[in-house]
């Protein structure tokens, strides 16, 4: 069974780094066709997908957040982790991170196969 868990700090000033690893089981973040993403989701808001790391290690961020955005993986591990940049209160959000089948939108979240349970990230000073 394809499992995917989320860790990280719960709490960040701003102006902080924040780096999240997700944790997956049941599969190899380098089996073929697949990409691995990270979403977030803020109080009372919608979904936005914020970038996302191939089987071959591709890596594709979201415009707007590009500048802020890294995302890495260490396959010995068998985890990826996302890196935010200077964050501010609006950064505040649940964050996710997912699978998808190469060709799927990264926007299109119902034909996102596995998820994780998702880690809420709180940036206050």
């Known amino acids: 069974q394809v499992r995917l868990q989320e860790s990280g700090p719960g709490l960040v000033k701003p102006a902080q780094t924040v780096s999240l690893t997700c944790t997956v089981s049941?599969?190899?973040?380098?089996?073929?066709?697949?990409?691995w993403s990270w979403i977030r989701q803020p109080p009372g808001k919608g979904q936005e997908w914020m970038g996302a790391i191939a089987y071959n290690g591709d890596t594709n961020y979201s415009p707007p957040l590009k500048s802020r955005t890294s995302i890495s993986r260490d396959i010995s591990k068998n985890q990826f982790t996302l890196q935010l940049n200077s964050v501010t209160p609006e950064d505040t959000a649940v964050y996710y991170c997912?699978?998808?089948?190469?060709?799927?939108?990264?926007?299109?979240?119902?034909?996102?196969?596995?998820w994780g349970k998702g880690t809420l990230v709180t940036v206050s000073s």
């Open positions: 997912a699978r998808a089948q190469l060709g799927v939108p990264y926007a299109d979240y119902d034909n996102y196969d596995y």
């Open positions: 049941g599969t190899s973040i380098t089996a073929d066709y697949y990409y």
